[in-house]
T-cell receptor, first 112, second 114 residues
Framework: DAKTTQPPSMDCAEGRAANLPCNHS???????VYWYRQIHSQGPQYIIH???NNETNEMASLIITEDRKSSTLILPHATLRDTAVYYC?????????????FGSGTKLNVKP | DTAVSQTPKYLVTQMGNDKSIKCEQN?????MYWYKQDSKKFLKIMFS???????INETVPNRFSPKSPDKAHLNLHINSLELGDSAVYFC?????????????FGPGTRLTVT
């Protein structure tokens, strides 16, 4: 079962920052927050993950609140190619092996 | 130089048939997965193998039988196909199973059962 809540859709103007929120109020202390995206019907693509500190890579930034109950994925300069479904995932440990529970995601529409 | 590859990309078959989907990763990863994405776009894990050993089986009907001949391959065999098996099946791999390692997904196999 998905442990995250995301808005079903968001719009963003091309060139502007896209801020995608995610609620994970039941997250445990050792669970990571992952973000993936799926462009059209391609395989999901890894974006970023974090535990409690903010993280940044070449694709995006991840801001996690101090209580870890929510996070925000930031695409600093959205392009049309960033139009996709974005999944916020909490990685669950099951007998030392991790499982990903994908929710319904946020459809990000980047508009010219 | 594809990281995770699947064959075939499309598979159309009739109810009752048996079919297989193949997956290969060239990343040197220890862990591989099968996911199913249904028509409502929900992505659900089906199986996970670590070093050729089954570690996760998410209440999948026993008509589905994964086989891992080596840690670079995880094939999915489906017996007695049903209409409800129509979906996109994704293979994925990660460096290890128990740590904070991201999963890399293949391009998917769209299975249509008529």
């Amino acid at each position: 079962d998905a442990k995250t809540t995301q808005p079903p859709s968001m719009d963003c103007a091309e060139g502007r920052a896209a801020n995608l929120p995610c609620n994970h109020s039941t997250i445990s202390g050792n669970e990571y927050v992952y973000w993936y995206r799926q462009i059209h019907s391609q395989g999901p693509q890894y974006i970023i993950h974090g535990l409690k500190n903010n993280e940044t890579n070449e694709m995006a930034s991840l801001i996690i609140t101090e209580d870890r109950k929510s996070s925000t994925l930031i695409l600093p300069h959205a392009t049309l190619r960033d139009t996709a479904v974005y999944y916020c995932i909490v990685r669950a440990f099951i007998y030392n092996f991790n499982k990903f529970y994908f929710g319904s995601g946020t459809k990000l529409n980047v508009k010219p | 130089d594809t990281a995770v590859s699947q064959t075939p990309k499309y598979l159309v078959t009739q109810m009752g048939n048996d079919k297989s989907i193949k997956c290969e990763q060239n990343l040197g990863h220890d862990t591989m997965y099968w996911y199913k994405q249904d028509s409502k776009k929900f992505l659900k894990i089906m199986f996970s193998y670590n070093n050729k050993e089954l570690i996760i089986n998410e209440t999948v009907p026993n008509r589905f039988s994964p086989k891992s001949p080596d840690k670079a391959h995880l094939n999915l065999h489906i017996n007695s196909l049903e209409l409800g098996d129509s979906a996109v099946y994704f293979c994925a791999s990660s460096l290890q199973a128990g740590a904070a390692y991201e999963q890399y997904f293949g391009p998917g196999t769209r299975l249509t059962v008529t």
